[in-house]
């Protein structure tokens, strides 16, 4: 076995990792939202639990030193667009069935490559811009207008401005990334999670059941497992390789849905979920394409 071809392995393995810590993440919160746990405390509970588990990573991996940083700023607007994107998801959970909260997210990439052309100035061509059509499409049989089961026009809105907000990350690691390492990124956006959510606790916070607090710790430790995995993934292999498998997070949500709830996707879901992966798997696949023929051109040092 090469050792390109062991890496990239080992990053897709780690990848489905973070898919699986994802669902179950996203599954436990939707269940604590029966005992009323409002979006902030969720962003709390995933943060302030989950971020032993990042310091633990750290001391084990590249060092706690790791976390110094010339670039607080950078960090600062990086944390409050996650930080929004991720309440937005946590609002949409709280409303709407778990598989379509997954599948509206999955429009994040589409949004990606919109704010990509828009603030990077990055050449988008005719073929993404036609993924991104096509995405669109996905997302608007999702969201059922004008027939099929209806949904809260709410939750709609808040899983679309979640995505908008998983984009806007995107874009945002892709301008730190540059000088930042990616467990410095995620120790501050944990710490700043927890530091604003905890300040709103008292206007946002109530009291809850035992089962509820040992489900949120449940679902914060998961997250902050997903998050370093998926972190882990992107060192081991590039990113046209990895990304295809999140998708399996829209299977694992409906399975979870349908264990806990007894609620399957309908088909419109099923149908606009088709044309989103669709898209997404036909973008990774020409990134890595772009990929091979830029190393290709690359002539080799004398």
């Given at each position: 076995m090469s050792n390109e071809h062991s890496h990239n392995l080992r990053g897709i393995m780690l990848r489905c990792g973070a898919v699986v810590c994802f669902a179950i993440m996203s599954a436990a919160m939707k269940w604590a939202s029966a005992d009323h746990v409002s979006a902030i405390e969720m962003l709390f509970?995933?943060?302030a639990i989950g971020l032993p588990v990042v310091v633990a990573w750290l001391l084990l991996g590249p060092g706690i030193?790791?976390?110094?940083t010339k670039r607080p700023k950078a960090h600062l607007i990086r944390s409050m667009i996650g930080m929004s994107g991720i309440l937005m998801n946590f609002q949409a959970l709280i409303m709407l069935p778990l598989a379509d909260v997954t599948t509206i997210g999955f429009s994040a990439?589409?949004?990606a490559t919109i704010l990509s052309a828009l603030v990077l100035k990055e050449h988008v061509g005719g073929h993404r811009w036609s993924a991104v059509a096509l995405g669109f499409i996905g997302v608007a049989i999702v969201v059922r207008p004008?027939?099929?089961?209806?949904?809260?026009h709410v939750g709609i809105a808040a899983a679309l401005l979640g995505a908008i907000g998983t984009a806007g990350v995107t874009v945002t690691i892709r301008q730190i990334g540059s000088t930042e390492e990616p467990g410095t990124i995620v120790f501050w956006f944990f710490v700043a999670s927890a530091i604003v959510s905890g300040s709103m606790l008292p206007f946002f916070g109530s009291v809850h059941s035992l089962e509820t607090y040992g489900v949120l710790a449940i679902s914060g430790v998961a997250g902050a497992f997903a998050q370093i995995l998926m972190t882990m993934s992107l060192k081991a292999a590039p990113v046209s390789v990895v990304s295809p498998f999140d998708y399996g997070q829209i299977i694992w949500a409906s399975l979870l849905g349908w264990l806990l709830w007894s609620t399957a996707p309908g088909t419109n879901t099923l149908v606009g979920a088709g044309l989103i992966v669709c898209a997404g798997l036909y973008t990774a696949w020409r990134e890595s394409r772009k990929r091979r023929?830029?190393?290709a051109a690359t002539p080799p040092l004398e």
């Open positions: 509970f995933r943060s030193g790791i976390i110094r990439p589409i949004f004008g027939g099929g089961e209806v949904l809260s023929l830029t190393i």
